[in-house]
């Protein structure tokens, strides 16, 4: 029998053109075994003369082992349709008959019942995390999404496969019995057991019902490693199980702990089986069930090899196993609580075997395995996300009105808004007075003005000549400098308040998205600046202005005449008459001023509201800028972040194992 076991592990490896030689090793196996069964011979008829049962071609074109001793079930094939709105032919159908625990009697596929709390509670979870990938691929980098994305291939693959089947896996370390265990539940001798060490060196399936060759195609178990239980051995209260026999957890050959590690991950449920001597070993509880410690209701840990201990020393070293897995976070299923099943056996005297057959036939029967091991899986996926979606602080729904106000007033600094409404109160009060002023002070004004682009020209020049002999900048230059340093200064204070109690991905995408939206922020200011600042043009007057314009001129022919009148008396053409040309000298002399000084007064508010309009203009010019160039991206951020944070909480929230 040894010698046989041998030869079937040098052939793990063994190309597709040594399949039918394969073949027969297997059904050579099975004669030794003395387990061959009827339909086990009309299939291999079958495979020898080139039915249908022979091999298939898998869909990525690879060969499909054959069952060897597992027979085909018969698909129904179903299109796309109202009942079948992702079009997966029934997979979901799948997925609900494994989770109301309908059965398939008689090969007919009974009708789908309606989805159970359980069922739609986990659907609802893994379309949330769909969409949290989705939102979250160009933010997160692909290792942080891997397992998230993991869980939900896992998920779209096992719900596909067969529903009528729980596969369990048997795991443990060197000399636990667990391959003693595994041909005890089978009844038969199918896993090699001996004092050699590593003894199994690939995963060994058993099924105690047909249609299970999916689900062993996705663990990669070729045909020839794939086995028939005793007829007599739980055929009933095992029915619909897949039992696969691990090597050994702590095997000193890398590739029978790769196996361990990737059959673990695709089974619905694990028996974990211990011996009195390794029960507490490090590798086991740090590397294995501690992390899986949400798996507790897909679960076994068997203490085996009971029969050598004595006394009440078998009930003294469970206890203390049930407090290790205590420390590991696992619950235990005590109680009528859910959590883990703790039990002792030997698998060599068979005491305590009946009382786990009952525990895996009873769970094999609920069929709830694979949809507790996805919402295990999605559970701790969803809690190694935590930190990337949910920090201490509690973020705004979008950008606070004192940030935003606080962003618009620094803008409005930087291109210099106050500086322009004065800039425009100063133009208006210059328009009312040429318009109000004394001919005499428009005249002096005209002069002033003739005599002011010389003088602005040759200071300019002196400037220029001053700033190449010193190494300086201008004064333009520095004031461009000082605007953009405003300008990103106002990015970076808004970004600051944007990304309080956000977690540090999101907090950085935001502050990437203000820089981004910042970088041509001064130019576009600068144009701003020169087309928003000042209207061309002259001020507009009010209505009483004139009024004053022909007052004013009024007191000015009242100069002229008081004048002419004068000179005409001492020129001895009119009669001498001192004091009316006096007088009238002296109202359009005095009134003129006066007027002047009512029209300034008068001009006061018109001119504080031009100033202020050109200001509040130019403001708002530069607000809308930024809110187009930086608040709204950035507020786009935010709502992306929120969106990511609804679907995190379904994720988290329906949790349906504990942690």
């Known amino acids: 029998m040894t010698a046989l076991t041998d030869r079937t592990d040098d052939r793990d490896h063994d190309h597709d053109d040594r399949d039918d030689r394969d073949d027969r090793g297997t059904r050579d196996t099975r004669d030794a075994l003395g387990a061959r069964d009827p339909r086990d011979l009309a299939h291999e008829r079958e495979h020898e003369h080139g039915g249908e049962h022979g091999r298939e071609r898998g869909e990525e074109g690879r060969p499909r082992w054959d069952d060897g001793f597992i027979a085909r079930s018969r698909r129904t094939d179903l299109g796309p349709g109202d009942d079948d709105p992702d079009g997966d032919g029934g997979a979901d159908e799948a997925l609900v008959r494994a989770v109301s625990g309908a059965e398939n009697d008689g090969g007919k596929a009974p009708a789908a019942p309606p989805l159970s709390p359980e069922g739609q509670a986990l659907r609802t979870r893994l379309e949330a995390l769909r969409q949290l990938v989705g939102l979250s691929r160009t933010r997160l980098d692909g290792k942080t999404l891997a397992e998230a994305g993991r869980v939900l291939d896992e998920y779209a693959a096992r719900r596909g496969l067969s529903a009528q089947h729980t596969v369990v896996a048997i795991a443990g370390a060197t000399g636990s019995g667990k391959s003693t265990l595994f041909n005890s539940l089978a009844g038969v001798q199918i896993s090699e057991t001996g004092l050699r060490r590593p003894t199994t060196a690939a995963p060994i399936a058993c099924s105690w019902s047909d249609g299970a060759a999916g689900l062993l195609d996705r663990l990669e178990i070729p045909g020839r490693l794939r086995r028939r239980p005793r007829e007599t051995s739980g055929a009933g209260e095992l029915r619909g199980m897949v039992l696969v026999d691990l090597p050994d957890l702590d095997s000193a050959v890398g590739a029978h702990r790769d196996h361990v590690d990737r059959v673990l991950a695709l089974v619905d449920a694990v028996v974990w ?75 060599l005297t068979g005491e305590g075997l009946g009382e786990l057959r009952e525990m895996l036939g009873q769970f094999t029967q609920e069929r709830g395995a694979a949809t507790r091991r996805i919402a295990a899986d999605l559970d701790r996926a969803a809690g190694r996300l935590r930190p990337l979606y949910v920090a201490d602080g509690h973020p705004g729904p979008e950008i606070g009105e004192a940030a935003r106000a606080g962003f618009e007033d620094r803008l409005a600094e930087a291109v210099g808004a106050y500086a322009a409404g004065l800039a425009a109160e100063r133009a208006w009060r210059r328009n009312a007075g040429k318009a109000c002023g004394t001919p005499w002070l428009r005249l002096w004004r005209w002069y002033e003005g003739r005599r002011a682009p010389r003088t602005l020209a040759g200071l300019a020049a002196l400037a220029a000549i001053g700033g190449r002999g010193s190494g300086t900048a201008p004064a333009p230059v520095e004031q461009e400098v000082t605007a953009r340093q405003r300008v990103e200064q106002a990015v970076r204070t808004v970004s600051d308040e944007a990304v309080k109690g956000l977690p540090d991905p999101w907090a950085q995408a935001v502050r990437e998205t203000a820089v981004r939206g910042g970088e041509l922020l001064p130019e576009a200011l600068d144009e701003l600046t020169a087309t928003v600042a000042v209207p061309g043009g002259k001020p507009p007057r009010p209505a009483w202005w004139p009024a004053a314009v022909l007052t004013q001129a009024a007191m000015t022919l009242l100069q002229i005449y008081g004048g002419l009148w004068l000179v005409g008396q001492i020129v001895g053409v009119l009669e ?84």
């Open 273 to 347: 089986v211990v011996d009195p001597e390794k029960y507490a070993d490090a590798v086991l509880h740090e590397r294995y069930l501690r992390p899986l410690a949400g798996h507790a209701e897909v679960t076994f840990v068997v203490l085996n090899q009971v029969d050598r201990l004595p006394g009440e020393a078998a009930d003294l070293v469970l206890d203390d196993l049930r407090r290790l897995l205590d420390e590991d976070g696992i619950a235990l299923g005590e109680h009528g609580e859910p959590g883990a099943t703790v039990l002792g056996l030997s698998a």
């Open 576 to 659: 001498p008459l001192l004091l009316p040309p006096v007088l009238l000298m002296v109202t359009g002399i005095v009134g003129g001023p006066l007027v002047e000084w009512a029209c300034s007064i008068a001009a006061r508010g018109p001119a504080r509201r031009y100033g202020q309009d050109a200001e509040q203009r130019l403001r708002q010019a530069a607000a809308g800028c930024g809110r187009a160039r930086v608040l709204e991206p950035v507020a786009a951020e935010l709502l992306r972040y929120r969106e990511v944070r609804e679907q995190y909480a379904t994720v988290a929230r329906l949790s349906t194992t504990r942690q």
